[in-house]
C-alpha cells in the first residue's frame, strides 16, 4: 500500500496529513486529529491562516529522526519541527523570555525581520507553513493499551486519545512552547488538560 496524503481544513488551519506505507489502522479519524491541533494552534494564537504538517508514521522512523535531530537512541512517540521561530507567537505562561522582534503582522502572509523594514511576502493565496509534527501510531497504541500513556506516562486509555494528546503536544510544540522547566512544563500540561477536555466534550 501506497503512502496516502490529504489536506485537510479546520477553521482557518490547512493540515496536511500524511500516512506512511505500512502504518494501518490509524485509531482515530484524521478529521478529529486535524480539529485537536487546530485547537491547538488556536490556544497558541499561532498566525493564520496557515499550514501545518502531520505524518503519521511507526517507531522505525520515530527512531532514525530521534537519532538524527535529537541525540536519542530508539523511538519516541512524536517529535515537532518548527519552521517559525518563538518570538512570532505570543508569550505564554512559562516561557522563556524570547526576542518579540520577529513578527507576522495581520493582512497577508509576509514575515518582517528587524531591524529594518526587510520583509518576505509570500504569494498572494499563499500559507504560511508553522512547520510539521511526526507521530508513532505504533508507539501511542501500544503506551496507550499498556497503560504508559498520557501526560504522566501512566495512564490508560484508548489509542484514539493518546493520539489526540500526542497530535496536541506536538502542535504546541511548534508554537513555542517547551516543558524543559517546571513553570513551562506546568502551563504546557495544563493547557493540553484543557484542550483535550474541549474535544471530548
Known sequence: MAERSRRVYAGPWRVDVTI????????????????????????????????????????????????????????????????????????????????????????????????????FVLPPGTRPHLGDIVVSVERAVEQASEGRGGWTSDIRWSPAEELRLLVTHG???????????PAEEAAM??????LLEIGSS
Open 20 to 119: 506512511r506505507d505500512g502504518v494501518r489502522g490509524v485509531p482515530v479519524a484524521v478529521m478529529a486529529l486535524a480539529r485537536s491541533i487546530a485547537r491547538a494552534l488556536d490556544a497558541a494564537g499561532a498566525p493564520s491562516p496557515a499550514s501545518i504538517g502531520l505524518i503519521l508514521s511507526d517507531d522505525a522512523e520515530l527512531a532514525e529522526l530521534n537519532e538524527a535531530h535529537m541525540g536519542k537512541p530508539g523511538p519516541t512517540d512524536v517529535l515537532s519541527f518548527p519552521l517559525l521561530p518563538p518570538g512570532v507567537f505570543p508569550a505564554h505562561e512559562g516561557s522563556p523570555s524570547v526576542d518579540r522582534g520577529f513578527i507576522l503582522p495581520p493582512g497577508p502572509a509576509a514575515f518582517v525581520l528587524p531591524p529594518g523594514p526587510t520583509a
Open 171 to 181: 502542535a504546541l510544540h511548534v508554537c513555542g512552547w517547551d516543558h524543559a522547566e
Open 189 to 194: 500540561r495544563a493547557l493540553e488538560r484543557e
